[in-house]
Structure formats: structure tokens, C-alpha cells
């Protein structure tokens, strides 16, 4: 978590996938939240406004925001 003007900015891991038509995305630490594009920066930036939203929403009905807890990582295996 990051202090910053008085807000706390949180870090959420964001899965960023291709598609036929462009990108999508979600957040395992968000399971509700998901955003679509035509490119890569697009579908990022419409991942941050839906996590906006969705931790407005819940401020708002007096829920706290989930806390990240996931991460990635890559495997080298034999193929």
C-alpha cells in the first residue's frame, strides 16, 4: 500500500490476455471487475477505471477494499 495525498494506493495484480478482437483483463484479487480493448494500453487503462469504480461502489456501501494478495510468476518447463 502506498501513501499519496492522503490516499491509499494499492497495487492489484491485473491479467492481461489477447483475444480474437483485442485484449481483456481481470484481477484475481478483484473476481467481479474485468475490461476488454482494442490494445493493450486501452485495455489497461479501462482495467484501472473498472477497479475505480468497483472500490468507489464499495466505499460508498461502507466496505473496505480487498487487500492484494496476488502474484505471478514464470515457469520454465520442457515442451
Same mark, same amino acid.
Request: net charge negative; aromatic share 8%.
Given at each position: #500500500?502506498i $501513501?499519496?495525498? +492522503?490516499?491509499?494506493? #494499492?497495487?492489484? =495484480?491485473?491479467i !492481461? $490476455?489477447? *483475444?480474437? *478482437? +483485442?485484449y %481483456?483483463a481481470f484481477s484475481?484479487?478483484m473476481?467481479?471487475?474485468?475490461a *476488454? +480493448?482494442? +490494445?493493450?494500453? $486501452?485495455?489497461?487503462?479501462? #482495467?484501472?477505471?473498472a !477497479?475505480?469504480?468497483?472500490?468507489?461502489g #464499495?466505499?460508498?456501501?461502507g466496505l473496505e477494499?480487498?487487500?492484494?494478495? %496476488?502474484?505471478s510468476?514464470? =515457469?520454465?518447463?520442457?515442451?
Amino acid at each position: #500500500m502506498i $501513501e499519496k495525498d +492522503g490516499w491509499s494506493e #494499492m497495487k492489484y =495484480l491485473v491479467i !492481461i $490476455e489477447e *483475444t480474437k *478482437t +483485442g485484449y %481483456s483483463a481481470f484481477s484475481p484479487d478483484m473476481p467481479v471487475c474485468a475490461a *476488454t +480493448g482494442s +490494445g493493450k494500453e $486501452e485495455v489497461e487503462e479501462r #482495467m484501472k477505471g473498472a !477497479i475505480a469504480f468497483h472500490l468507489e461502489g #464499495m466505499g460508498a456501501e461502507g466496505l473496505e477494499a480487498p487487500q492484494p494478495h %496476488s502474484f505471478s510468476t514464470y =515457469l520454465e518447463v520442457s515442451a
